[in-house]
């Protein structure tokens, strides 16, 4: 139960996941760049809630599997499945702070291969929009209400479904 007194002590504003109260903030939240200090909190919380497993812990579990095994058939997809449906569960800020840890070590095992089949010509634009453009979702993702980003997620994901039965 280490890991559940360390968050509770060091981070108070993060949910408890086994009893659900709200701990009261101690100091603002630093944004960072590419938001760590959102990714230790995320961990320690879901530390927290692996300790006490929990209905959410399970949820995302079988969200992720199914992720990963659309992942799997097609090669991509992931996240267009985990962080609309994680968002219900934690949150859009954990929500992707959360499909960002699962998909860094997948990247990397398949970095060595991309490298060398990669365009240079098709990367570098979309490199330039990756450095500008994560930090200002990340910013947005601290400054605007959890609430909107929700209903602005769900409100995507129809629109995609909807374009998709169009097409079929």
Do not use: Q, W
Not at 69 to 76: A, K, L
Not at 141 to 147: C, E, F
């Amino acid at each position: 139960m280490p890991v559940v007194s360390l968050a509770k002590h060091v981070y108070r504003a993060l949910p408890d996941a086994c009893t659900g109260r709200l701990m009261r903030p101690s100091s603002k939240v630093l944004l960072t760049p590419f938001g760590i200090k959102a990714a230790v909190e995320t961990s320690i919380t879901f530390a927290n809630v692996a300790i006490n497993f929990d209905s959410r812990f399970a949820a995302m579990m079988v969200i992720v599997v199914v992720a990963g095994i659309i992942r799997g058939f097609t090669g991509f997809g992931s996240a267009l499945l985990t962080v609309p449906a994680l968002t219900v569960l934690f949150g859009p800020a954990r929500a992707v702070v959360i499909e960002v840890l699962i998909e860094i070590p997948v990247s990397i095992g398949l970095l060595s291969m991309a490298l060398k089949e990669a365009e240079s010509k098709t990367i570098l634009p979309m490199l330039v929009m990756f450095a500008l453009f994560v930090p200002l979702g990340t910013l947005l993702l601290t400054i605007v209400n959890p609430d909107y980003v929700r209903v602005f997620i769900s409100l995507i994901v129809l629109f995609s479904v909807g374009l998709m039965a169009r097409k079929s």
